[in-house]
Nanobody, 120 residues
């Protein structure tokens, strides 16, 4: 009932910026929260930013002041603006939507992941 498609990863140098995008291409379910997770090589996936349906944003301490999560005008899209990137930001970024159907069923969907590499 949903399909999350990510884009925007790539290779950048330390201090540069990237903007990740994630869209629910089916746009059927109601999105109750949107999040971005980071998985560094050999480590567990960790939440870096979350945006609630009331546009309340929360960030991991490691990215506060550098990353910004926002929702697109179409409401089924979320962005992650990443500034002042550091090598430790490298890894795969996954978007996550928590969603609800018209009948009240809850769903949790993940994007396919997009790789970010920050070189020194």
């Amino acid at each position: 009932q949903a399909q999350l498609v990510e884009s925007g990863g790539g290779l950048v140098q330390t201090g540069e910026s990237l903007r990740l995008s994630c869209i629910d291409s089916m746009n059927i379910l109601t999105i109750t929260s949107m999040g971005w997770y980071h998985q560094a090589p050999g480590k567990q996936r960790e939440l870096v930013a979350n945006l609630t349906s009331t546009n309340s944003a929360h960030y991991a301490d490691s990215v506060k002041g550098r990353f910004t999560v926002s929702r697109g005008d179409a409401k089924n899209t979320v962005y992650l603006q990443m500034n002042s990137l550091k090598p430790e930001d490298s890894g795969i970024y996954f978007c996550n939507f928590q969603m609800r159907s018209a009948w009240g069923y809850e769903y949790n969907y993940w994007g396919q992941g997009t790789r970010v590499t920050v070189s020194t």
